[in-house]
């Protein structure tokens, strides 16, 4: 509603936020975080409880 706009977001929905720290601390992502940081221009969220239609 306010400010410039965005070309797109992604979301990405895990049970509780203990799975979304570990997700985001795993491995297996940490191998690509980097690569996603330097190659795109955004920000990481995380909310708790928010219930989203899709």
Do not use: C, H
Not at 26 to 40: D, F, G, K, L
Not at 43 to 48: D, E, G, I, S
């Amino acid at each position: 509603m306010e400010g410039a706009d965005i070309d797109g977001s992604v979301v990405l929905r895990f049970p509780d936020m203990q799975s979304a720290k570990a997700w985001y601390n795993s491995p297996e992502y940490s191998q690509v975080r980097n690569m996603r940081i330097n190659a795109t221009m955004g920000r990481a969220v995380l909310v708790n409880g928010a219930n989203f239609a899709v």
